[in-house]
């Protein structure tokens, strides 16, 4: 191992042993140094039967960054961003590498890729289940960007896997999971970007049902540029009282586009905050927090098709009003992201209107989804806090988990990469 190889004991085990969202205890924690060292750590997991986890950003709310008695391998050094062809735009990023990292490096380029909104998490974990983020309606999922991608499989090996080499893998890494091997380097096509306008516009809670409908209503016509949260009931900030806010971002720095597209949500209800500004875009992620000890973070999430809209919304609105409510969050997808065909890539909920997403903090949310469970279908990995049977039966639909686990048999017939959302060989 060139890397660092971390026993319980050693100075910085503590520190390493858990992650985000959990405690772990593993036997060993491997930092590589380089692709030789994970195939290393692989070969040892598998020699020596032991559970393996794979830690990039560590975010995951599952935890599955750590186990118990295993070995966990932390990519936090194999985390370079290269411009490796300029006319193409084409960015290799390490395996390890976080959203934060990879939007500081190409800012100076004018350039960037569709990714999440925080800028600690993790390339790998959120590119290999989607990537929903500020640009997602424009340029589509992170993983939608990704043109090819070196990984570790489970004997060792390293393959590339792209359109044209090992294409069964290339689909299944594209949406499901960390399944099938270590991802130690992805190759994005990134493109040309400006400075955005980003910020919340806030209404009442009492308006609630009118902003939240006539805002869903908009965002199927307004411009793909646009991309829109609008969350609400927040228990931080007066829960049942707590204002709606719309977060929202265009993809441009003309201020009038901007206010075109802008003042129709301007216009739902009374304004009681309009904070949008333009900003780099760099600066529209925003820093992870750190959870407290004890803090178990209950996140729950599911999409709404077009027809089942209202419905949803309703049911929300009843809901953030009783008092007794989890955070919501509502995200606009389509655009970009409907274009591409439902089985180019295993992840499968393309023609989805909006993702629902719910969250409390030591708090089961039954009630919460059993009225919304008449509305809303599948589910988003990354924003799941369980790994149940049903989890898994979510997220992948019938076909698309019967292709990945032809894939899983081919390249992890062992199930060593189980530490995941897991499609069992």
Same mark, same amino acid.
């Given at each position: 191992?060139? *890397?660092?190889? +971390?026993?319980?004991?050693?100075?910085?085990? &503590?520190?390493?042993?858990?992650?985000?969202?959990?405690?772990?205890?593993?036997?060993?924690?491997?930092?590589?140094?380089?692709?030789?060292?994970?195939?290393?750590?692989?070969?040892?997991?598998?020699?020596?039967?032991? =559970?393996?986890?794979?830690?990039?950003?560590? /975010?995951?709310?599952?935890?599955?960054?750590?186990?118990?008695?295993?070995?966990?391998?932390?990519?936090? !050094?194999?985390?370079?961003?290269?411009?490796?062809?300029?006319?193409?735009?084409?960015?290799?990023?390490?395996?390890?590498?976080?959203?934060?990292?990879?939007?500081?490096?190409?800012?100076? /380029?004018?350039?960037?890729?569709?990714?999440?909104? @925080?800028?600690?998490?993790?390339?790998?974990?959120?590119?290999?289940?989607?990537?929903?983020?500020?640009?997602? !309606? =424009?340029? *589509?999922?992170?993983?939608?960007?990704?043109?090819?991608?070196?990984?570790? @499989?489970?004997?060792?090996?390293? $393959?590339?896997?792209?359109?044209?080499?090992?294409?069964?893998?290339?689909?299944?890494?594209?949406?499901?999971? *960390?399944?099938?091997?270590?991802?130690?380097?992805?190759?994005?096509?990134?493109?040309?970007?400006?400075?955005?306008?980003?910020?919340?516009?806030?209404?009442?809670? #009492?308006?609630? *049902?009118?902003?939240?409908?006539?805002?869903?209503?908009?965002?199927? @016509?307004?411009?793909?540029?646009?991309?829109?949260?609008?969350?609400?009931?927040?228990?931080?900030?007066?829960?049942?009282? #707590?204002?709606?806010? $719309?977060?929202?971002?265009?993809?441009?720095?003309?201020?009038?586009?901007?206010?075109?597209? %802008?003042?129709?949500?301007?216009?739902?209800?009374?304004?009681?905050?309009?904070?949008?500004?333009?900003?780099?875009?760099?600066?529209?992620?925003?820093?992870?927090?750190?959870?407290?000890?004890?803090?178990?973070?209950?996140? !729950?999430?599911?999409?709404?098709?077009?027809?089942?809209?209202?419905?949803?919304?309703?049911? +929300?609105?009843?809901?953030?009003?009783?008092?007794?409510?989890? &955070?919501?969050?509502?995200?606009?997808?389509?655009?970009?992201? #409907?274009?591409?065909?439902?089985?180019?890539?295993?992840?499968? /909920? !393309?023609?989805?209107?909006?993702?629902?997403?719910?969250?409390?903090?030591?708090?089961?949310?039954?009630?919460?989804?059993?009225? +919304?469970?008449? /509305?809303?279908?599948?589910?988003?990995?990354?924003?799941?806090?369980?790994?149940?049977?049903?989890?898994?039966?979510?997220?992948?639909?019938?076909?698309?988990?019967?292709? %990945?686990?032809?894939?899983?048999?081919?390249?992890?017939?062992?199930?060593?990469?189980?530490?995941?959302?897991?499609?069992?060989?």
């Amino acid at each position: 191992m060139g *890397g660092e190889v +971390l026993e319980p004991g050693t100075a910085e085990y &503590a520190a390493a042993s858990g992650s985000l969202f959990a405690s772990g205890s593993p036997a060993f924690v491997v930092r590589p140094g380089s692709v030789r060292d994970v195939q290393a750590a692989v070969t040892f997991a598998a020699g020596w039967d032991l =559970k393996l986890s794979v830690r990039g950003g560590g /975010h995951s709310f599952v935890g599955f960054g750590t186990n118990d008695d295993g070995i966990v391998v932390d990519l936090s !050094r194999l985390a370079d961003v290269s411009l490796t062809d300029k006319d193409r735009h084409v960015v290799r990023i390490g395996g390890g590498a976080t959203w934060g990292q990879v939007t500081t490096a190409l800012a100076p /380029h004018g350039l960037a890729i569709s990714s999440g909104d @925080t800028r600690s998490v993790g390339v790998g974990g959120l590119t290999l289940t989607g990537g929903i983020g500020w640009k997602v !309606r =424009k340029y *589509g999922l992170a993983l939608d960007s990704v043109v090819a991608a070196e990984v570790v @499989t489970a004997d060792g090996d390293l $393959v590339r896997a792209s359109a044209d080499e090992n294409p069964e893998l290339f689909w299944a890494l594209r949406g499901g999971g *960390g399944n099938f091997g270590i991802v130690t380097a992805f190759e994005f096509a990134a493109h040309p970007t400006t400075d955005v306008f980003h910020g919340r516009i806030a209404f009442p809670a #009492a308006e609630a *049902g009118n902003v939240l409908n006539g805002w869903a209503d908009y965002m199927r @016509t307004a411009p793909e540029e646009l991309t829109s949260i609008a969350s609400f009931a927040n228990p931080f900030a007066g829960g049942a009282q #707590a204002p709606v806010e $719309v977060h929202v971002a265009y993809d441009g720095d003309d201020p009038s586009l901007a206010a075109r597209a %802008l003042d129709p949500i301007r216009g739902l209800g009374t304004v009681v905050a309009d904070e949008v500004t333009l900003k780099a875009y760099a600066d529209v992620l925003v820093d992870g927090l750190v959870p407290p000890p004890g803090f178990r973070f209950v996140s !729950r999430g599911a999409f709404v098709d077009r027809e089942s809209v209202s419905d949803a919304l309703r049911v +929300l609105v009843e809901i953030g009003a009783s008092g007794q409510s989890p &955070a919501i969050a509502v995200r606009s997808v389509g655009g970009a992201v #409907a274009r591409v065909p439902g089985d180019a890539t295993a992840y499968a /909920h !393309r023609q989805a209107e909006l993702m629902v997403t719910t969250a409390t903090v030591n708090q089961e949310q039954t009630a919460t989804w059993e009225r +919304l469970g008449p /509305h809303v279908s599948g589910a988003y990995a990354n924003f799941l806090s369980s790994a149940t049977d049903q989890d898994v039966a979510a997220i992948y639909p019938e076909e698309t988990y019967r292709r %990945l686990v032809a894939v899983k048999r081919e390249y992890d017939p062992a199930n060593l990469f189980s530490g995941n959302h897991n499609v069992r060989p």
